[in-house]
């Protein structure tokens, strides 16, 4: 059975960092696309970055480029989202995703994910 399982949430204050982990176990994804999302009371999922099979290619939210920075260690099958300089309406649940459809703009769209994680919350005080 496949498991995302995000870690490193909490409480942080703006302009300072945060690290989040997503652990993903019950099959190998070394080979799929891995991302992160997030939810605020009251809105739907939104696409926060991604990152392709290989590395190489990543993908930002324009307000969050140049402050978070995913990245991904395949031998630990984990993938990382490092918050630097977060700001409060940076706020909410993220969610890690992997597996994801190809096909236009498809790191951003939260339908072209196949699997998702739990969810871990940040808090970011002003």
């Known amino acids: 059975q496949v498991q995302l399982v995000e870690s490193g949430g909490g409480l942080v204050q703006a302009g300072g960092s945060l690290r989040l982990s997503c652990a993903a176990s019950?099959?190998?994804?070394?080979?799929?696309?891995m991302g992160w999302f997030r939810q605020a009371p009251g809105q739907g999922r939104g696409f926060v970055a991604a990152?392709?099979?290989?590395?190489?290619?990543?993908y930002y939210k324009d307000s969050v480029k140049g402050r978070f920075t995913i990245s991904r260690d395949s031998a630990k099958n984990t993938v990382y989202l490092q918050m630097s300089s977060p700001l409060p309406e940076d706020t909410a649940v993220y969610l890690c995703?992997?597996?994801?459809?190809?096909?236009?703009?498809?790191?951003?769209?939260?339908?072209?994910?196949?699997?998702w994680g739990q969810g871990t919350q940040v808090t970011v005080s002003s």
């Open positions: 995703a992997a597996e994801a459809l190809s096909g236009y703009d498809w790191p951003r769209r939260v339908s072209s994910w196949h699997y």
């Open positions: 019950g099959r190998p994804f070394s080979t799929a696309a």
């Open positions: 990152i392709s099979r290989s590395g190489s290619n990543t």
